[in-house]
T-cell receptor, first 114, second 114 residues
Framework: DAKTTQPPSMDCAEGRAANLPCNHSTISGNEYVYWYRQIHSQGPQYIIHGLKNNETNEMASLIITEDRKSSTLILPHATLRDTAVYYCIVRALLTQGGSEKLVFGKGMKLTVNP | DAGVIQSPRHEVTEMGQEVTLRCKPISGHDYLFWYRQTMMRGLELLIYFNNNVPIDDSGMPEDRFSAKMPNASFSTLKIQPSEPRDSAVYFC????????????FGSGTRLTVV
């Protein structure tokens, strides 16, 4: 069963911020939100993850709403190389009934236009 | 670090033949995962190992598929006999385990069964 909902596709202009939404209304208290992306013909690439606080790394920022039912991945200055399928995934700690398994949904195709 | 290494990159075989896909995980990673990706079904987890032991093989489609991990630095996914519907991109990934570590994926093996 899909635990996250993402729009199927989205466009963004090069150089602008890309805000990728994800709904996870049934998320449990012990589940983290992960983002991966898959550039055409390559293996998926880890981007970022978080529990409830906003997170930032060299690739992106992750904003999680206070009720944790949704999140937004922000690519601050999108480039053509950011064109990819982006996956939002929720997963719990193995020690809290979760699993090491990462289950991918359909994801969202982001197209960055020149 | 060379990342997760998969071989071959491309494989074309005739129906009924045995196919062996290979994966070398990142040194120090305790978990190894095999995924299959098709247009119709997306990314599917086939099996994963922890410390060389298969933990969950519920995603393995049928008895024609088998996977082994004889040591921490090598795993194989075998299909015998192969069928045209097995045509897909097969990805291997590894991780240290735990929520603080993302998966690292290999570049995949594109299998075509004719």
């Amino acid at each position: 069963d899909a635990k996250t909902t993402q729009p199927p596709s989205m466009d963004c202009a090069e150089g602008r911020a890309a805000n990728l939404p994800c709904n996870h209304s049934t998320i449990s208290g012990n589940e983290y939100v992960y983002w991966y992306r898959q550039i055409h013909s390559q293996g998926p690439q880890y981007i970022i993850h978080g529990l409830k606080n906003n997170e930032t790394n060299e690739m992106a920022s992750l904003i999680i709403t206070e009720d944790r039912k949704s999140s937004t991945l922000i690519l601050p200055h999108a480039t053509l190389r950011d064109t990819a399928v982006y996956y939002c995934i929720v997963r719990a700690l193995l020690t809290q009934g979760g699993s090491e398994k990462l289950v991918f949904g359909k994801g969202m195709k982001l197209t960055v236009n020149p | 670090d060379a990342g997760v290494i998969q071989s071959p990159r491309h494989e074309v075989t005739e129906m009924g033949q045995e196919v062996t896909l290979r994966c070398k995980p990142i040194s120090g990673h305790d978990y190894l995962f095999w995924y299959r990706q098709t247009m119709m079904r997306g990314l599917e987890l086939l099996i994963y190992f922890n410390n060389n032991v298969p933990i969950d093989d519920s995603g393995m489609p049928e008895d024609r598929f088998s996977a082994k991990m004889p040591n921490a630095s090598f795993s194989t996914l075998k299909i015998q006999p192969s069928e045209p519907r097995d045509s897909a991109v097969y990805f291997c990934a590894s991780s240290r385990g735990g929520l603080d570590y993302g998966y690292t994926f290999g570049s995949g093996t594109r299998l075509t069964v004719v």
